[in-house]
């Protein structure tokens, strides 16, 4: 069963850190572009910043020097630490997979294969 699981969200005051990790099953990350978007109540889903299958990475302007996304082949997952948190970084974040080969990677949600339940992120004093 193909599946992508998210963790490591949290409430964490403003200015902290926090490490998200998505995982896969039922097949192997190092194969497919990852990107991590987000979705505040009332807002559209955005992309944060995304890694390709051959490791080329972007980050949206929003979070540019605050958040680095990497890759574990070794755990088959792709962690985004989040430092500098702000309140408006408060969102539910996903991960995706993309599975074209690509240099670059996109932030169009249609060109996910597989996705994530979410996990929710809470930047508040």
């Known amino acids: 069963q193909v599946q992508l699981v998210e963790s490591g969200g949290g409430l964490v005051q403003p200015g902290g850190s926090l490490r998200l990790s998505c995982a896969a099953s039922?097949?192997?990350?190092?194969?497919?572009?990852i990107g991590w978007f987000r979705q505040a109540p009332g807002k559209e889903r955005e992309g944060v910043s995304c890694i390709s299958s051959i490791a080329g990475t972007s980050y949206a302007d929003s979070v540019k020097g605050r958040f680095t996304i990497s890759r574990d082949n070794a755990k088959n997952t792709v962690s985004l630490q989040m430092n500098s948190l702000k309140p408006e970084d408060t969102a539910v974040y996903y991960c995706?997979?993309?599975?074209?080969?690509?240099?670059?990677?996109?932030?169009?949600?249609?060109?996910?294969?597989?996705w994530g339940q979410g996990t929710q992120v809470t930047v508040s004093s």
């Open positions: 039922g097949f192997t990350l190092d194969y497919y572009g």
């Open positions: 995706a997979a993309d599975s074209r080969k690509l240099v670059g990677c996109s932030y169009s949600k249609s060109a996910y294969d597989y």
